[in-house]
């Protein structure tokens, strides 16, 4: 290894030397301040002067136009002159000190730069020549000096760059596979600069669990954002391919406690809730014990049909009319059933209803949908019948097949009076003795705390569907963990709590009527494993063969138990004042965040 140091530029030619001449001096740089005309404090107190002038200037003028309302776009001569001087003087003043301060950065950075190599080229030659021998380094020097006693030196270590250098020019690393195959890599890159859609890494790969690993590098790449907490192994992405989730790059884990037993209707059930909010399970679970044990609970299904409303346009509002009276028409029903039952074995169509607004016609179709929740059913059967009202009335317009006159995930009246999905009510007397000991509080106070707050409360409020304490923390719990819908947690926790002073006033009588809890057992996420162990544990997974709908149905009353369960232990607990030391219990970590975040 041959290294040698940068020679350094000579002050004189080895001509001049040779020729005795003396050493000239070093010839300087010229500088762009040697090209103006004037020195150069003269120069900058002339700009800055110009500057601040024109900036007063244009600052009076503009003061002047605002208080007269004269637009600030119509311009003066003295106006545009004066600007052209401000923008003349800011350009050199931009340029002199932009300039000075790059001529200074660039004489830093190529001193510092030298310095280094120097020392480390000086270092690298001394350790070579001392391998080569006395007299390797008089020969590298190009001297005749003798040269320097061997001496051991201590392997040289190579620098590291500053710690805030590595913060300004480095990214923390974000691959999460421990080795990529040249293949993944390669459709890694194509993913990244765009040429391969990451939709279509399913299809392409057949592998749905590569494709997830490499959409999640590639998303990793692209934002320059870590995903290493989320988890991507042990789920079956097969599972979910073309029906529940599009381009996975994971899953989200949400705990699921177990609230129970509740006895309902003379069974006892173990209801699984996914949640993150301490104090949920456990005060769900303190109601299922004061049903328990003051006999159970009891429930009646009042209704069963999921909907679906249209909206149609016509000409002119006497057309939309003539629809209306033909939908409606019972004579017709039979002929409309056949086109919407054609679409499914379980699908039976139940009614129509529909509303007029102008020529726009909103018709709302509601039928039974077997043990499947039951959107698309009656989507499709809804079409069914639309091709053929086209055909009797070839001048109406389907404007679309949800006019939201459903209504699907949106609070309104029309879910709240009329219910969609499955309409429940279910009831419980618990005993005095009960009321005492479990739930800490007195009948009486209940009675009056569920009027002024469930009732009047939510009435001053102008609550739609929402006279009740907390009936969507149950609802969303239990969605969670059997595989609904959680956006219909929104109709679905329509809920109006009652509760009434009984057998002489001593037992309490609870109640809560739900008018649409829109739930099933097949179809959607209840597929999944997680959530068809859910279903299992309450055994209504699946479809029932022998009566089909009586899953879903039974998975109503069971929302609607559990619902009641956390309507009265959260009102007994703001009734004995124990709301805030319960959650204060249970809804808060016990561990020291900043010992956490220090040995983190």
Not at 21 to 28: A, D, N
Not at 325 to 338: A, G, I, K, Y
Not at 453 to 470: D, E, I, R, V, Y
Not at 487 to 506: L, Y
């Amino acid at each position: 290894m041959d290294v040698r140091r940068r020679p350094a530029m000579p002050l004189y030619t080895s001509k001049d030397a040779s020729a005795g001449e003396p050493l000239k001096q070093q010839v300087s740089s010229p500088k762009a301040s040697d090209a103006l005309p004037l020195p150069l404090y003269l120069t900058n107190g002339l700009f800055f002067t110009m500057f601040f002038s024109v900036m007063y200037f244009l600052l009076v003028r503009w003061r002047e136009k605002i208080r007269n309302s004269i637009p600030l776009h119509v311009v003066t001569l003295s106006e545009l002159l004066a600007m052209v001087s401000l923008i003349a003087s800011v350009i050199y003043l931009l340029g002199f000190f932009g300039i000075g301060f790059v001529q200074s950065f660039v004489s830093r950075s190529n001193s510092d730069s030298w310095d280094i190599e120097d020392e480390n080229a000086e270092q690298l030659i001394i350790e070579e020549d001392s391998r080569r021998g006395p007299c390797a380094a008089a020969t590298t020097l190009g001297c005749v000096v003798p040269p320097p006693p061997v001496r051991k030196i201590a392997p040289m270590v190579p620098q590291q760059p500053a710690k805030v250098a590595l913060s300004q020019t480095e990214k923390p690393a974000t691959i999460i596979m421990p080795a990529l195959s040249e293949d993944d890599e390669e459709i890694i890159q194509s993913v990244v600069q765009g040429k391969t859609p990451s939709y279509s890494l399913e299809s392409k790969l057949g592998d749905c669990m590569r494709a997830a690993s490499i959409r999640k590098e590639a998303l990793q790449r692209i934002t320059g954002k870590s995903l290493e907490g989320l988890p991507l192994e042990g789920f079956d992405y097969e599972s979910i391919l073309g029906q529940c989730c599009e381009m996975p790059v994971g899953y989200v884990q949400i705990p699921v406690g177990i609230a129970g037993p509740l006895l309902l209707d003379g069974r006892e059930y173990s209801v699984p809730m996914a949640t993150t909010e301490g104090c949920l399970v456990a005060s769900t679970n303190r109601g299922c014990k004061a049903i328990f044990v003051s006999g159970g609970a009891n429930s009646v299904l009042l209704r069963d049909g999921m909907t679906r409303a249209p909206v149609v346009r016509f000409a002119t509002a006497k057309r939309a009319a003539e629809l209306k009276f033909f939908v409606e028409d019972p004579l017709n029903f039979e002929t409309l059933s056949l086109m919407f039952n054609k679409s499914s074995r379980f699908a039976r169509l139940q009614g129509i209803q529909c509303a007029i607004a102008g020529k726009n016609l909103y018709m709302r179709f509601s039928c039974s949908t077997g043990d499947a929740m039951g959107m698309n059913m009656v989507s499709k059967g809804v079409q069914n019948v639309l091709d053929y009202l086209q055909s009797e009335y070839p001048d109406m317009d389907v404007i679309g097949i949800s006019g939201n006159f459903c209504s699907d995930k949106k609070p309104a009246a029309v879910n709240w009076i009329e219910g969609r999905g499955k309409s429940v009510v279910c009831e419980a007397i618990i005993k005095e003795e009960v009321v005492k000991k479990v739930l800490k509080t007195e009948v009486a106070a209940l009675v009056e705390l569920n009027m002024l707050k469930n009732l009047t409360g939510s009435a001053m409020a102008g609550a739609l569907g929402g006279f009740n304490a907390h009936a969507s923390n149950i609802v969303s719990a239990v969605y969670l963990a059997t595989g609904q819908d959680p956006a219909q947690n929104v109709e679905s926790s329509h809920c109006i709590t009652m509760m009434e002073a009984v057998n002489d006033g001593k037992d309490l009588h609870v109640s809560v009527t739900m008018p649409s809890i829109e739930v099933g057992t097949v179809g959607g996420g209840t597929q999944l494993a997680s959530q068809s162990a859910c279903l299992n544990l309450l055994g209504v997974k699946g479809a029932n063969r022998d009566a089909p709908g009586s899953n879903a149905r039974l998975l109503a009353t069971i929302v609607a138990a559990s619902v009641l369960a956390g309507e009265l232990s959260l009102m007994s607990a703001i009734s004995a004042g124990q709301l805030v030391k319960s959650h204060m219990k249970y809804n808060r970590s016990i561990k020291d965040i900043s010992q956490v975040i220090t040995s983190s």
